[in-house]
Nanobody, 119 residues
Framework: QVQLVESGGGLVQAGGSLRLSCAAS???????????MGWYRQAPGKQRELVAA???????NYADSVKGRFTISRDNAKNTVYLQMNSLKPEDTAVYYC??????????WGKGTLVTVSS
């Protein structure tokens, strides 16, 4: 069973930066490299939303609210995907989740990491 573990969350002041990591285990680097990866977030009282995604070919897409501030990247040799978050705003406060869409069709989720941005 694929496991995803997020890390890097915490408390930061508005305007600050954080780098989230999501490490995948129990999956080969080959399978990881051809899987599409995404970061989602869920704020209190709101639905989970897509923040950023990176496909196996490396192309990316972002939510309009984070364009120009967040960058998603991946290191297939480490089975890890990253989310660099700059110029953080209080409205970025949420639990951030990593998702892996495997080539077999299964979706896997991490348990999330909390990001809190103070004003």
């Amino acid at each position: 069973q694929v496991q995803l573990v997020e890390s890097g969350g915490g408390l930061v002041q508005a305007g600050g930066s954080l780098r989230l990591s999501c490490a995948a285990s129990s999956v080969s680097s080959v399978i990881f490299s051809i899987s599409h990866m995404g970061w989602y977030r869920q704020a209190p009282g709101k639905q989970r939303e897509l923040v950023a995604a990176i496909r196996s070919a490396g192309n990316t897409n972002y939510a309009d609210s984070v364009k120009g501030r967040f960058t998603i990247s991946r290191d297939n040799a480490k089975n890890t995907v990253y989310l660099q978050m700059n110029s953080l705003k209080p409205e970025d406060t949420a639990v951030y989740y990593c998702k892996m869409a495997s080539p077999s069709g299964g979706d896997y989720w991490g348990k999330g990491t909390l990001v809190t941005v103070s004003s």
